[in-house]
């Protein structure tokens, strides 16, 4: 089976990926909509920070959840496989209330489900690999997440890779 990838901004083409701001508020950078047919499996995310200087750690999540931020929408282009360059096209739901990035308002959820959760430095990264066959899944028609909590704002690049099982 096929690995996909996709990050918190548009698939650059001539210019790099442009990093998110965090904001000082709850915000999620990146959303993934499985499909109503497929669950996915988490095989790795991770994020970074360009904070200049040590200070407050950013909370970083990754959970499932039942409802949809409104994000910028994630086009065919932005959700590449990863492992298999002739891989078919992901089966993700692309949308603003569905796959995307840059969260515009965090939707009222009322059930999430943890995958990891970290303190992290505004001036460093964290990557998480599961061990095979420990990897976490998001059930059909849900919502992978990655948010972020800042007491400062820095930018922010952030990525899942997943499998569609």
């Known amino acids: 089976m096929a690995l996909y990838w996709a990050a918190n901004g548009a698939m650059p083409t001539t210019a790099a990926l442009s990093p998110v701001t965090t904001g000082t508020s709850i915000k999620t950078l990146l959303q993934i909509a499985t499909p109503s ?3 996915i499996r988490i095989v790795e995310w991770g994020i970074s920070f360009d904070g200049s200087a040590a200070a407050t750690p950013i909370r970083c999540e990754l959970i499932q959840t039942d409802v949809a931020a409104t994000v910028t929408a ?3 282009a932005g959700v590449q496989p990863y492992d298999d360059p ?3 096209a992901s089966l993700v739901t692309l949308g603003t209330s569905a796959t995307g ?3 515009t308002s965090e939707g009222s959820t009322t059930a999430t489900r943890y995958m990891d959760l970290q303190l992290v430095s505004p001036t460093t990264q964290y990557v998480k690999l599961w061990p095979l066959g420990r990897e976490p899944m998001v059930p059909v028609s849900k919502f992978l997440r990655v948010r972020v909590t800042a007491g400062a704002a820095v930018n922010a690049y952030t990525y899942v890779v997943w499998q569609e099982a």
Do not use: G, L
């Open 101 to 103: 990035y840059t969260s």
């Open 86 to 88: 002739n891989a078919p």
């Open 37 to 39: 047919t497929r669950v």
């Open 74 to 76: 994630h086009v065919a």
